[in-house]
């Protein structure tokens, strides 16, 4: 006859509820993966960054993925070390006392070297795609000077040729066309940046008043407003379609109405729209890039924008 352990039955009993507890553990999340809609879906796959619609924000896109799967590999080596460091040097019994090691050149080594390079590659690619994203094309497509005023955004279009030269410096008063048409959005209004589809446009940014910030989700770019200086950078929309943008620093006390959005279509549709602000009257000599509600600019005539916009 044979003996059994008296704790064998309950501990194997454990030992199965434990595997039945881990496979469910393990499949919740293919469960609920397959529950999620093709956006949730995509949303997982970018890890939370929005879709980009821009060649630029491919680079971005790719930089935020990339560094979450470098972190994700380091964290599963870091735990897979702690876990066979638990078990390969558990206590054995009540009065074992374990090796007492005073240091390891080879692991000081390793612990040393391995971050430094991580952070230089981490630095690399870092600057590779800031590159990309800053990357200034001499001869753009389009230019939108671009102004954010307390407390909505005010969006000049060029209308005619563009002149490269007068754009290189950006501190001066030469603008490199010779009209614009504007939208003004106010307090009570959102405006609309119209951009054409595969084309390189650039913004300069200006502000009369405070620090803003210009970005769109879709784009994967932001950039600050800085009174006194003009920031810009250019992008490259890919895709036709409705987008949103909104104020990213923190500007007043209507900051929240800080919002405009974007309609990128086809340059036909484009050249339709700023044609359409000039039969209305929405045009001037100079880009409307100061004063109130970023109306009093020289170049545009005040008696014709009194009132509005209240």
């Not at 300069?204 to 879709?218: A, E, K, Q």
């Not at 036709?240 to 974007?262: A, I, N, P």
């Amino acid at each position: 006859m044979s003996l059994q352990h008296p704790f064998g039955a309950p501990l194997r009993r454990r030992g199965r509820a434990a595997r039945a507890g881990l496979a469910v553990a393990l499949s919740a999340p293919v469960l609920l993966l397959a529950g999620c809609s093709s956006e949730s879906r995509g949303e997982w796959e970018r890890l939370a960054m929005p879709e980009p619609v821009t060649e630029q924000g491919e680079s971005t896109l790719a930089l935020w993925q990339g560094a979450w799967i470098a972190a994700l590999v380091t964290g599963v080596i870091v735990w897979g070390l702690i876990g066979y460091a638990v078990i390969a040097y558990r206590r054995r019994s009540d009065d074992e006392i374990p090796v007492q090691t005073r240091y390891n050149l080879p692991l000081e080594i390793f612990y040393t070297v391995a971050p430094v390079m991580m952070v230089v590659v981490f630095f690399v690619h870092t600057v590779r795609v800031q590159n990309i994203a800053l990357a200034d094309d001499p001869v753009p497509d389009n230019i939108v000077e671009v102004t954010g005023q307390q407390w909505s955004w005010t969006f000049n279009h060029g209308v005619g040729a563009l002149d490269v030269e007068a754009n290189e410096d950006n501190t001066d008063e030469e603008f490199p066309y010779s009209e614009y048409a504007y939208e003004v959005g106010t307090a009570s209004y959102i405006p609309t940046l119209w951009l054409p589809v595969d084309e390189t446009t650039r913004f300069n940014l200006h502000s009369p008043d405070v620090i803003h910030d210009f970005g769109v989700p879709g784009f994967l770019m932001k950039m600050d407003v800085i009174p006194g200086r003009v920031n810009s950078f250019q992008l490259k929309p890919t895709e036709e379609g409705d987008y949103l943008g909104k104020c990213y620093e923190l500007c007043g006390v209507y900051h929240s109405r800080m919002l405009f959005k974007v309609k990128v279509v086809s340059r036909e549709e484009y050249d339709d729209y700023v044609a359409g602000l000039v039969e209305e009257g929405n045009d001037s000599d100079l880009p409307l890039i100061g004063g109130d509600d970023a109306r009093t600019q020289a170049g545009l005539d005040t008696d014709e924008t009194e009132g509005e916009g209240e």
